[in-house]
């Protein structure tokens, strides 16, 4: 290779240039040494400048790429990673080179740093290549002749005073601009480094002293850092895909062509893409996904909806998606903000028929009880009587006077003592005590009922509403997809499969209206719910038809974006949003959207105290007046006792006795 001034450059010097540039900016870097000539002169000084431990790898097309990627990624536990990539001039195995590195991954990795040294020529189709596409730190020296490089000012002097050699052999510098002017990427000239300078460490010092300005120039200070790289992305516009989930996004269709771009509305993902936009310096295109679907696996490996299209790289960035473990295969993610919670929706409790009111003081397991101590009783009474009367010949009491009298004890109205000794006696004695409290605890009880309306029990978890009977489930089609439905489908418990299975997918008018028609509970996120409530089914006392569950449960880990794999910006975007939470202003920004959107909606909709559907008149009253509705369970046993006396009586006609 021919330098300016036609010196035939020295490789050594090569070698102790890219050392210079290792050592100020690649210091502490796991390193790998890459060529396309091994046999090349140069690549030989710079292998002999670099430091022990330096991985070495040749490109050829019957190399493995995977041998590359343990290479340069083996080691998980490594914070810096360097590529050196030395392009032979005359060699045609450049772009098989780039191609190899396009495999390994190396677009997944944009903190990795590279540093390429070729020919001036290469410059723009190296810098640009498609493996590089997400790569902060890229830099090119290019080794070329430039007889008309510029001196900067007192700088002609110095090198007159300095050997011939050691002015003759220039370098030119570019870095990879991730975006440059108009927000695309390009390559920008950094500044031209002599490197016949390094020649020894005599003329180094000696360069020092005379003046500052090679110093720099030989150092490489001027290079940009991550952050200042990132900050001003000089309007670059970015593609985003969305669903509508409000709070968390929201927007109006323009069209209603799949895909059509959307005009964005107040929410809260809205509002951190126009902070991050204002602070990096962006703009943004949004669209609806075609699908309008989060996104699933297929067989091919291929996903669809929004995470698919982050897959193709179609779009930069998504909004409202939820990570998985599966999905971070493909894309990266950025948390926001906290998963909204899974709750169930139901009618409101109703009041419990008032038929039963008499009944409902004890439970059914009391009750059950309560008949067979009584009938126990009076059999145990009868049968002492009758042991008596065979070891007196007394007389003895029959088994329907028995059980009369336990009946008749029980309602605080008992007939004659039938007992004729003293162990009869006793007996009949502690039923009375036990009569007692049966008696007192049924009385307290029912008027604690009859005061206080029972009403139905409330359904709090999916457990309560696989044991209801006669009851179905369902949710919103556009909201149950993606990870929630991932989540239910992978569950192991038999009251998980059931409700993923007999789950009905509604639009969100059918399925409020099948609530309203009874036995039928929605499973939807907490947030979305609470605004529909608010905004079309609360009246202007505050009263709603609906009961949302105490019980609440988590199917997501977070909410966030999905960022396409290898985007540089994200560790910027993650950082600024972890000042914005700590600020507070993620629970802050949740309020106002959700505040906003209800004023707004009961505006448009001029809700009246009729909107609640007639359902205010089964509240409490502070008071409580008892009337037939109330007491009519005792006009029932009435005639069912009736009823009873009167088959008795055809039994005693029409039977023999």
Not at 80 to 107: K, P
Not at 145 to 172: C, F, H, K, N
Not at 425 to 438: A, K, P, R, S, T
Not at 447 to 476: F, K, M, N, P, Y
């Amino acid at each position: 290779m021919r330098l300016s001034g036609g010196a035939e450059p020295s490789e050594e010097q090569v070698g102790v240039m890219v050392r210079q540039v290792v050592a100020h900016h690649l210091p502490t870097c796991h390193l790998m040494l890459m060529t396309t000539s091994p046999h090349s002169p140069v690549f030989a000084a710079i292998r002999r400048h670099m430091r022990s431990g330096v991985a070495v790898v040749v490109s050829s097309p019957d190399q493995h790429h995977h041998h590359i990627e343990e290479a340069l990624f083996g080691d998980s536990a490594l914070a810096c990673r360097g590529l050196i990539l030395h392009l032979h001039e005359g060699s045609n195995n450049d772009t098989d080179a780039l191609r190899m590195l396009e495999r390994t991954g190396l677009w997944k990795r944009p903190e990795t740093k590279v540093l390429v040294v070729g020919g001036s020529a290469r410059v723009k189709g190296v810098l640009l290549h498609s493996s590089l596409r997400n790569t902060v730190h890229g830099v090119y020296l290019a080794l070329h002749q430039d007889p008309a490089a510029s001196i900067a000012p007192g700088e002609a002097a110095i090198r007159r005073s300095l050997p011939y050699s050691a002015v003759s052999q220039e370098v030119s510098v570019y870095r990879r601009c991730l975006y440059c002017s108009g927000g695309d990427a390009g390559v920008s000239f950094v500044h031209r480094w002599n490197i016949s300078l390094l020649a020894g460490r005599q003329n180094y010092t000696k360069i020092a002293s005379l003046h500052p300005y090679l110093l720099n120039e030989m150092s490489l200070h001027s290079l940009p850092r991550t952050a200042e790289s990132l900050r001003d992305m000089n309007g670059h516009k970015f593609r985003v895909t969305t669903l509508p989930n409000f709070p968390y996004t929201d927007y109006r269709r323009e069209s209603g062509e799949p895909g059509a771009a959307v005009t964005p509305l107040d929410s809260l993902n809205g509002r951190f893409l126009d902070t991050f936009a204002a602070f990096f310096n962006f703009t943004y295109v949004m669209r609806e996904n075609p699908t309008r679907s989060f996104g699933y696996l297929g067989a091919d490996g291929q996903y669809s909806g929004m995470v698919g299209e982050l897959q193709r790289e179609e779009v930069e960035l998504c909004m409202i998606l939820a990570p998985t473990a599966a999905r971070f295969e493909v894309i990266d993610y950025l948390r926001l903000e906290p998963a909204d919670t899974l709750v169930i929706l139901s009618l409101k409790p109703t009041l419990l028929p008032a038929h039963l009111s008499l009944l409902r003081p004890f439970t059914t397991s009391l009750w059950i009880a309560l008949v067979a101590c009584m009938v126990a009783w009076g059999l145990v009474l009868w049968l002492l009587q009758r042991a008596w009367r065979l070891l007196t010949q007394d007389f003895d009491i029959t088994l329907p006077t028995a059980l009369t009298y336990s009946w008749g004890a029980l309602l605080e109205k008992p007939p004659d003592d039938p007992s004729i000794n003293t162990s009869g006696q006793v007996l009949v004695g502690w039923w009375l005590v036990f009569c007692l409290i049966i008696s007192t605890g049924f009385k307290s009880s029912l008027i604690a009922h009859l005061t206080v309306q029972g009403r139905s029990r409330t359904l709090e978890s999916l457990q309560d509403l696989v044991e209801a009977d006669s009851w179905r489930w369902g949710s919103e089609k556009n909201l149950f997809n993606g990870a929630p439905v991932d989540f239910f489908r992978k569950q192991k418990s038999p009251v998980m499969k059931k409700i993923y299975g007999e789950m009905e997918l509604l639009d969100l008018e059918a399925v409020m209206n099948k609530i309203l028609d009874g036995r039928f509970s929605l499973i939807i996120f907490k947030k979305f719910i609470q605004i529909l409530i608010a905004s079309k089914y609360t009246d202007s006392y505050g009263q709603t038809p609906f009961y949302m569950s105490r019980e609440e449960f988590n199917v997501l880990a977070c909410l966030g974006w999905g960022i396409r794999l290898g985007a540089p910006y994200l560790s910027e975007f993650v950082r600024v949003h972890a000042h914005l939470e700590d600020a507070g202003v993620v629970p802050l920004w949740t309020e106002e959207v959700i505040a906003r959107r209800v004023k707004e909606n009961r505006e448009a909709a001029r809700l009246d105290q009729d909107t609640g559907q007639g359902f205010s008149a089964q509240e409490d009253e502070n008071e409580v007046v008892l009337g037939l509705d109330h007491l009519q369970g005792a006009f029932y046993l009435l005639f069912l006792g009736s009823c009873v006396a009167m088959v008795t009586l055809l039994l005693e006609i029409f039977l023999p006795p």
